[in-house]
């Protein structure tokens, strides 16, 4: 806990006294120690700087791509990439997914399907969209959509096939019909569940997106990263790992705060 | 009885639950039949296998009996009716709803305009005592606070019967008490007719006019106790002797109900 100031604090205080809470403390902490394990190897004698970049040299290569313009024409790519097909992939999967849980009929229908593709990773589908559709943008798209798919599916079906009966008859002998029980009870419920849904999908999403722009993409971060191996510029091939990291994570982040907002009613386990 | 017509009938009331496919089926509720009259506040009493549950499901339309037929009204219920009011034993209470939204569902449900519902959520608000709290998500109420938001939220739905299957089974003692204190308050205001199951002697006594007793394997009607004590209730009337008295009778009734049990 942090200590509880008795005497009122400036606005500027408080959010000085915020960095130092102990979460951003520990969680800064974690990343620090692994730059620092990182920046030992890379002074090691017998260590190659050109390969193992210091962290200096590395900040340098960020700030030069920055201003080159390289690095916001990749991440925009990437982004777009990622977003489009999280949309695509994810809206297939919440309607098919709240079929297949919340109908008896589309249950039996969807979920032998659904089970079947659960343990296909969404990689192996790479070299049939290749063959199918080419190697331009439809492609990386589908792929990451694909790879969004699964965890959203999963968990949208799970939402609604949790959804607890006492609500249900609450809902029902209180007036409501079918379709009021579907809006006011189930899709409610199974909120928390299309987040958690949803922030998976986020990940496997930028997961697919490196392996999509391996295939002969023009721009993103995956094929900085890819291209820059091809040349052992490993200092950008880090920049773009460490820049999806900060998407990525900036993107889960957003995910996070909206599902607490939606979820606010829910009961929370405080650790 | 009296001349009125009944508010509902129970007639030749049988239901049978299919536990494996091989087995004969359950008997749970054996040829019940009862007349509720109007205003009247029942309760169903017996031991826990007695069908009582079963009994206040049937009423209300969420399941529908093997043979026999519920009347409300005279008319036979062959649904889920809102002007039947249900109260579960389970929290029940939407949790994505505020105190208010959750007063307001049925009114809603049914239509009922905007203006007319700000009203209901004031109204029975006030009248569970839980003012204060109409903006607050249920994870912030106590178990006995969410069961006033339950009452709140059935009532405002103006039902004309109300149906409560063990609703402060959960509750601890003191918070029961009121709890009771309240329905009985609210029941005073609307003179709703009430079936009210419980397998608690001393509820059963503070609440009711009427007392059916209820023998097990197969559920069916043992006795009905009638529950003269003096209305308004209230905590002095645990105490009374006429209480006392009553409570005494159930008790014999119900002693009587298990020996007619089977096994």
Request: proline share 6%.
């Amino acid at each position: 806990m942090s200590a509880s100031p008795s005497a009122p604090k400036t606005d500027f205080a408080a959010r000085i006294g915020a960095i130092f809470r102990p979460s951003i403390l520990l969680g800064g902490l974690s990343i620090a120690l692994v730059v620092a394990l990182y920046w030992l190897v890379a002074t090691r004698p017998g260590v190659n700087p050109a390969l193992v970049p210091t962290p200096p040299r590395i900040a340098l290569t960020f700030w030069e791509e920055l201003r080159s313009g390289e690095l916001a024409i990749n991440t925009w790519a990437s982004l777009q990439r990622v977003m489009i097909g999280f949309i695509i992939g994810s809206a297939v999967a919440v309607l098919l997914g709240f079929l297949a849980g919340w109908f008896r009929f589309w249950g039996y229908f969807l979920n032998p399907l659904i089970d079947a593709i659960r343990p296909i990773p969404a990689l192996a589908y790479i070299p049939l969209v290749i063959v199918w559709v080419g190697i331009g943008e439809p492609s990386r798209i589908i792929i990451i959509a694909l790879a969004v798919f699964k965890p959203c599916v999963v968990n949208a079906r799970a939402g609604m096939q949790e959804v607890a009966q006492i609500y249900v008859d609450a809902a029902r002998v209180l007036g409501a019909g079918k379709v009021r029980v579907f809006w006011t009870v189930a899709l409610p419920s199974a909120v928390p569940y299309l987040i958690a849904g949803m922030r998976t999908a986020m990940s496997t999403g930028f997961l697919a997106l490196v392996a999509a722009e391996l295939i002969a993409a023009p721009t993103g971060l995956g094929f900085m990263i890819q291209n820059a191996g091809q040349y052992f510029r490993t200092d950008i091939a880090i920049v773009g790992i460490v820049v999806i990291g900060i998407v990525g994570s900036i993107l889960d982040q957003l995910a996070k705060v909206t599902g607490q907002y939606l979820t606010k009613w829910a009961e929370v386990r405080r650790s | 009885m009296n001349v009125e017509a009944p508010k509902l009938a129970i007639r030749g009331l049988t239901h049978r639950f299919q536990i494996e496919a091989q087995t004969e089926p359950l008997t749970v509720l054996n040829d019940i039949n009862l007349a509720i009259e109007p205003g009247q506040f029942v309760s169903l009493i017996g031991e826990s296998g007695c069908g009582k549950s079963t009994l206040l499901r049937i009423m209300s339309g969420l399941l529908p009996p093997s043979e026999g037929e519920t009347l409300h009204d005279g008319k036979r219920v062959a649904g889920i009716d809102p002007k039947l009011g249900f109260v579960f034993q389970q929290d029940a209470v939407f949790p994505w709803l505020t105190v208010e939204g959750n007063i307001e569902y049925g009114p809603k449900a049914r239509g009922v305009a905007k203006a007319e519902r700000a009203r209901l959520v004031e109204h029975w608000s006030a009248q569970v005592g839980l003012t204060k709290f109409r903006k607050a998500y249920p994870k912030h109420l106590s178990g006995g606070m969410r069961k006033r938001v339950d009452l709140a939220r059935v009532f405002a739905n103006s039902p004309d019967v109300l149906l409560m299957d063990e609703p402060f089974g959960a509750l601890d003692v003191q918070t029961k008490h009121v709890m009771q204190q309240v329905v009985l308050d609210l029941w005073r205001e609307t003179r709703n007719t009430v079936v009210f199951v419980t397998h608690d002697l001393d509820e059963a006594v503070f609440l009711s006019d009427v007392v059916v007793v209820l023998a097990a394997r197969p559920g069916r009607v043992a006795s009905i106790i009638r529950v003269g004590i003096d209305r308004p209730r209230n905590e002095a009337t645990r105490v009374s002797d006429d209480f006392v008295a009553a409570k005494r009778e159930l008790w014999n009734a119900m002693q009587a109900a298990r020996a007619m049990s089977g096994n």
